[in-house]
């Protein structure tokens, strides 16, 4: 299992942070009209708010930091990382794509639709990845990052969905539209923070077990705890 290095938590702590920055700095250049609650933050962006650049900023830098954690978390797997780099890169796209001030876009729509929906659902594929850890085939295998864990990451896509269908119910019809997306876009936020330093801790972890005894009078150098990142090996066929 690969080192989760430091700037790679600095990147996934900033995610949160420009989303809401970004939000709440942007929010307060708008006029009177403007509420939180009701508005969406696609029109902090569009063109005609006041200082869109600080929006439209945020939403560049907030999709660099999916593109950059999609690149080194290997604990993920290649089908979540995908999915995380096209989430990444379907947020940038939204400042391409602005939301009018006046109805819909529909290519707004899809993109905001793609960005939500792949960045709800890569920690499903991390879950769907990985092994499960100790079972009565495989007793000794050992239990991946917590993140990483099937029920956790199943459970996380569920809620982020959960959270999805409510802004889209808002859209069609509610009033709590700007609430509705904030939580959204702040929880899909959340997760790669929290999958990062799930995978740095096991690492760490692992590292450690690597530097201990197997016990009286074993070697306490060279011995190295199984990755708990790697599926469990089979019998080699050559043998």
Known sequence: ??????????????????LVTGWTVA??????GYDPVRDTISELAGHEATDAWIM???????????????????????PSRFLLAVGGVATIALVAFPRP??????????????AVLALALWPAGSALWLPRGPDAAHPAAPEPPWAFRRAVGLSTTVVLLALFGWFAFEVTGGSRTGLAERVTALAVALWPLLAVLSARRANLAWVAAGA???????????????DPLRPAQGPDPLT
């Open 101 to 114: 001030t006046v109805g819909g876009s529909l290519s707004h729509g899809i993109v905001a639709t793609v």
């Open 212 to 226: 201990l005894s197997l016990g009286p009078g074993g070697p306490a150098a060279g011995v190295v705890a199984s």
């Open 27 to 32: 929010g307060a250049r708008q006029p009177d």
């Open 56 to 78: 439209i900023a945020c939403l560049v830098l907030l999709g660099g930091c999916y593109l950059a954690i999609a690149a080194v978390l290997h604990a993920a797997g290649l």
């Open 1 to 18: 299992m690969r080192a989760v290095p430091n700037w790679a938590v600095a990147t996934a702590v900033a995610a949160p942070v420009l």
